[in-house]
């Protein structure tokens, strides 16, 4: 390694909205690249599932035309992973058409390379069957039916590919890729120009949420890299990072503090060491790789597995809110004796109950408090629309109406805000798979196109 690597990552996810101020306080800094993660499964499977986009088109544009014009007048390499939320091989070629029309209306020309992640189901069949997939977490084991069932397939490409095309197109001026590991653009960069691995898996996993282990959080973080450690400073003068911050976003999105599987190995942080430059500035180093064998990357596929409609609404007295889970109970009794769809589990109810335990639900430790109001959520699954309707619209109206032990009012216990009161959301979509495959060739295994604008 020649020289000390700066990378500026000016948002956590792309289309969020960056900062300009600050973004351009990052460019004067004369950073190597310019790289920014764009996916994510937070929002569940609906968006594979439904090869649905995390954000608008015109949030897209607004993040990119910024980030474009840094690329294009000061010569920075910029980097986009997970096109569109779950990084489906459209979402890629979308992206790329909407850099594609910025570039033309300003005169810009960039090389561009595409990294693509779609799976050919084949290849999974012909995976399972070889013994080479296995449960990422706890899900069921993998089924030929599940991959069939599956509408999109995506692999989580690490490193590898990214450092493919620095490699083979050193000149290249923008990559996007489809679903990747959200570190992997930071640590090809720096893989290239040999920076130790336990240190830019380490610091791709802090930056690629932008400045979000900064105090408070921000947006633009600006990491300075070099062989054995690397340093973290906020954009926004108004932000700080601290040992204490950094070292709590370290833990974040992950199962124990030490380790952190990812595609081709772990990340060992038992030795990781945070130390302050000054009061807005830390430096890391101490991370290790250990690689593992064979080399494996998640799969995520999702299926629709129904359609849903809910009702919302809230119940404020407390006769009721005192014995609402038998009062619930009674309501799921009567949808099944008229619904048998519910009864054979073709169809599926649910309740929330917002103010008690919600969020929680079985694990919820404060079980014994009893609120002034609640909130009630009913939801409704079926194999279509029409019957996730009707169930629906029959369970509201037995929450609305069905009497209870001790009942003053004989109607109008249950607040309903929103007209009509049960809303269609539409195709539920479930991870059909979510499991680990082996593969031999990581650089080669996600086709990488070339173009211009």
């Given at each position: 390694m020649t020289k000390e690597l700066k990378i500026l990552t000016p948002i956590g996810m792309l289309g969020y909205g960056i900062p300009e101020?600050?973004?351009?306080?990052?460019?004067?800094?004369?950073?190597?690249?310019?790289?920014?993660d764009s996916g994510s499964t937070d929002p569940g499977p609906y968006l594979l599932g439904m090869s649905k986009t995390l954000v608008t088109p015109e949030a897209y544009r607004r993040d990119l035309s910024l980030m474009l014009r840094a690329a294009a007048e000061?010569?920075?390499?910029?980097?986009?992973?997970?096109?569109?939320g779950p990084g489906i091989d459209q979402h890629v070629d979308d992206m790329i058409e909407t850099i594609r029309d910025i570039s033309r209306s300003r005169s810009y020309h960039f090389r561009i390379a595409a990294i693509y992640a779609n799976v050919d189901r084949t290849i999974v069949h012909s995976r399972l069957d070889e013994g080479r997939i296995?449960?990422?977490?706890?899900?069921?084991?993998?089924?030929?039916?599940?991959?069939d069932k599956a509408t999109n397939i995506v692999a989580q490409m690490g490193a590898e590919p990214f450092a493919k095309v620095l490699r083979e197109r050193p000149d290249i001026d923008i990559i996007v890729s489809g679903r990747s590991y959200d570190p992997a653009p930071h640590a090809a960069l720096c893989m290239v120009n040999g920076v130790d691995p336990g240190v830019y898996w380490h610091m791709g996993k802090i930056v690629e949420c932008g400045a979000n282990c900064a105090e408070p959080k921000g947006r633009v973080i600006l990491a300075t890299v070099r062989k054995d450690s690397f340093d973290l400073e906020p954009?926004?003068?108004?932000?700080?990072?601290?040992?204490?911050?950094?070292a709590a976003h370290t833990l974040y999105e992950k199962t124990r503090p030490d380790l952190l599987p990812g595609p081709g190995g772990v990340l060992n942080l038992a030795g990781a060491r945070y130390e302050p430059l000054d009061d807005r500035r830390v430096r890391v180093s101490g991370g290790a790789f250990d690689p593992s064998n064979p080399y494996t990357v998640k799969l995520e596929g999702?299926?629709?597995?129904?359609?849903?409609?809910?009702?919302?609404?809230?119940?404020?007295?407390?006769?009721?809110?005192?014995?609402?889970?038998?009062?619930?109970?009674?309501?799921?009794q009567r949808a099944e004796a008229i619904f048998e769809q519910l009864g054979d589990g073709t169809a599926s109810l649910a309740f929330h109950v917002y103010g008690r335990n919600a969020v929680m639900g079985a694990l919820e430790p404060l079980k014994e408090v009893v609120p002034h109001e609640v909130g009630l959520l009913g939801e409704v699954t079926a194999p279509n629309q029409d019957l996730a309707n009707a169930i629906c619209?029959?369970?509201?109206?037995?929450?609305?109406?069905?009497?209870?032990?001790?009942?003053?009012?004989?109607?109008?216990?249950?607040?309903?805000?929103?007209?009509?009161?049960?809303?269609?959301?539409?195709?539920?979509c479930e991870f059909s798979i979510y499991h680990l495959m082996d593969i031999d060739a990581p650089a080669d295994f996600f086709p990488i196109r070339y173009t211009e604008t």
């Open positions: 101020a600050h973004f351009w306080r990052g460019v004067d800094r004369d950073p190597d690249a310019i790289i920014v000061r010569k920075i390499r910029l980097m986009i992973s997970s096109a569109g296995k449960g990422c977490g706890p899900v069921h084991s993998l089924t030929h039916e599940a991959i954009m926004n003068p108004v932000e700080c990072c601290t040992p204490a911050s950094v999702a299926a629709v597995i129904g359609h849903r409609t809910i009702f919302i609404g809230g119940i404020r007295d407390p006769i009721l809110i005192g014995q609402v889970d038998d009062f619930l109970a009674r309501v799921r619209s029959a369970v509201r109206i037995d929450v609305l109406h069905m009497p209870y032990p001790g009942q003053l009012a004989t109607s109008g216990n249950f607040a309903i805000p929103l007209n009509p009161p049960e809303n269609p959301i539409g195709p539920v």
